[in-house]
């Protein structure tokens, strides 16, 4: 079973920054790529960030690229989020979370994934 606990998220300013942190553990047969996701309420999630294994390429949200980064700390067992600029929009609730694709990922809805409880991320003008 994997698990996945969030951590990092809390209120900020437009223009800030904050780092988001999820600690993977566990093992999930077939798991292959680990992302970032947000929710707001009345909205689907969506994605926001992912790391596919052996692949180089994150994928990003075009409404974050060029401002979050994601990464991957193998030893630590941490997916980190790091997001610069924020702005009123990126507030949400964000998830990580560990699946399987088959192709490059291109921000769909995984159709079975290990998620996090979700951290808040509130960003005020």
């Known amino acids: 079973q994997v698990q996945l606990v969030e951590s990092g998220g809390g209120s900020v300013q437009a223009g800030g920054r904050l780092r988001l942190s999820c600690v993977i553990s566990?093992?999930?047969?077939?798991?292959?790529?680990m992302g970032w996701f947000r929710q707001t309420p009345g909205n689907e999630r969506e994605a926001v960030a992912a790391?596919?294994?052996?692949?180089?390429?994150?994928y990003y949200a075009d409404s974050v690229k060029g401002r979050f980064t994601v990464s991957h700390d193998k030893g630590q067992k941490t997916l980190y989020l790091d997001m610069d600029s924020l702005k009123v929009e990126d507030t949400a609730m964000y998830y990580c979370?560990?699946?399987?694709?088959?192709?490059?990922?291109?921000?769909?809805?995984?159709?079975?994934?290990?998620w996090g409880q979700g951290t808040q991320v509130t960003v005020s003008s």
């Open positions: 790391i596919t294994t052996g692949r180089s390429n994150p």
């Open positions: 566990g093992y999930g047969p077939g798991t292959n790529c």
């Open positions: 979370a560990a699946f399987r694709i088959y192709d490059d990922y291109a921000g769909e809805a995984p159709q079975f994934a290990y």
